[in-house]
């Protein structure tokens, strides 16, 4: 974690430019509260997928599961918002 200050500001422009932002957190004294009963599931992909999306992964700093979960949801989301328009 770094010790120098940013602001919010800054470091939201910082991400959207697709920057590693990790830096700024300190993952040892984070809390997570999941409450979400969680399934697991397996998929088998191409191999050219996997390397997509730990491409994406490096990209934005996050492990390939993050990737998997947070596009899905967002399809989920659209596809309900799309249902109920």
Do not use: Y
Request: proline content about 1%.
């Amino acid at each position: 974690m770094r010790s120098t200050k940013i602001t919010s500001e800054n470091l939201e422009e910082m991400f959207d430019r697709g920057e590693d932002v990790t830096e700024f957190f300190d993952f040892d004294s984070a809390v997570v509260e999941d409450k979400t009963e969680t399934k697991r599931v397996n998929v088998d992909f191409p191999a050219w997928v996997v390397e997509a999306l730990d491409r994406e992964a490096r990209r934005i700093g996050v492990g390939r599961q993050a990737v998997i979960k947070t596009w899905i949801a967002e399809r989920l989301d659209d596809e309900a918002a799309r249902r109920s328009a």
